[in-house]
């Protein structure tokens, strides 16, 4: 039995639409700061907002790497990848503002991050 053009035509835009939510949930990030004797990193992510995210793994980011994940929620501990190294890496984001000096807040001393 074949569905009339419009049921077909509603179908296929409610598929988009669930597609487009579940993209939209994921958004890449490229390292700025990072450094192995920390866990923690300093992110810029689309429409220059930046982030700390904390590294829940030994797996090692280098600036310059670009990450794809859930940038989104603080929190929740959930994996991204890393594409340059193709690694999985589990994380959590900690803080996430326009203001890099404000990510930076929360980042510890011994980290010896940058401080703007």
């Given at each position: 039995?074949?569905?009339?053009?419009?049921?077909?035509?509603?179908l296929?835009?409610?598929?988009?639409?669930?597609?487009a939510?579940?993209?939209?949930?994921?958004?890449d990030?490229?390292?700025?700061?990072?450094?192995p004797?920390c866990?923690?990193a300093l992110?810029e992510?689309?429409?220059?907002?930046f982030g700390?995210i904390?590294r829940?793994?030994?797996?090692?980011?280098?600036?310059?790497?670009?990450?794809e994940?859930?940038?989104e929620?603080?929190?929740?501990i959930?994996p991204?990848?890393?594409?340059?190294?193709g690694?999985?890496?589990m994380?959590?984001?900690?803080r996430?503002s326009t203001?890099r000096?404000?990510?930076?807040q929360?980042?510890p001393?011994?980290?010896k991050?940058?401080?703007?």
């Amino acid at each position: 039995m074949q569905r009339p053009l419009a049921s077909r035509a509603a179908l296929a835009l409610a598929g988009a639409a669930l597609a487009a939510s579940f993209t939209a949930q994921a958004a890449d990030a490229v390292v700025l700061w990072s450094k192995p004797s920390c866990e923690m990193a300093l992110v810029e992510k689309p429409g220059n907002e930046f982030g700390v995210i904390l590294r829940l793994n030994d797996n090692r980011l280098e600036p310059g790497d670009e990450l794809e994940g859930d940038f989104e929620s603080i929190n929740a501990i959930r994996p991204m990848k890393n594409l340059a190294s193709g690694e999985d890496i589990m994380m959590r984001g900690v803080r996430y503002s326009t203001s890099r000096k404000y990510v930076l807040q929360v980042m510890p001393k011994w980290c010896k991050a940058p401080k703007e």
